[in-house]
């Protein structure tokens, strides 16, 4: 949930757990180690709802990180990555305009390390 104005989101993990809905006691998911499909999900809402922070609203142009999402495998259909349109909105924000590249590259590593290979 994002509140744009007041520049705040908040998020679950709960959302990203398929099961979530199903499970009788569902705290106990959270007493083992969180899958790294469960965080990867929850950093990835984590960047769209970040981006909504900085005012880039649902990209309906390309196939984006800002494409609107209501279920969870819709959620992981969509890239990692920003479109260009709102690549370019948000290092506008930032002011790292021209600096796109490195940031990916970056981003490739930070995936490297969560070991889990979506790369786009
Ligand atoms: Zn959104
Ligand atoms: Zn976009």
């Keep these: 949930m994002t509140k744009q104005s007041w520049k705040i989101c908040i998020q679950s993990y709960a959302r990203h ?40 609203r649902h990209c309906q142009a390309y196939e ?15 890239p990692f990555a920003l479109c260009p349109v709102c690549l370019r909105k948000l290092s506008y924000y930032f002011g790292f305009e021209g600096e796109e590249l490195s940031r990916y590259i ?3 590593e930070v ?4 070991n ?3 790369t786009q």
């Design 17 to 56: 757990h398929p099961n979530f809905a199903n499970q009788s006691e569902p705290g106990r998911m959270f007493c083992s180690q969180i899958s790294k499909k469960v965080q990867y999900r929850a950093i990835k809402t984590a960047c769209h709802e970040l981006s909504h922070v900085f005012s880039v």
């Design 111 to 114: 995936f490297k390390y969560m």
């Design 116 to 118: 889990h290979g979506d």
């Design 64 to 78: 984006c990180l800002m494409n609107g999402s209501s279920q969870l495998e819709e959620a992981d259909r969509k």
């Design 106 to 108: 970056e981003l490739k």
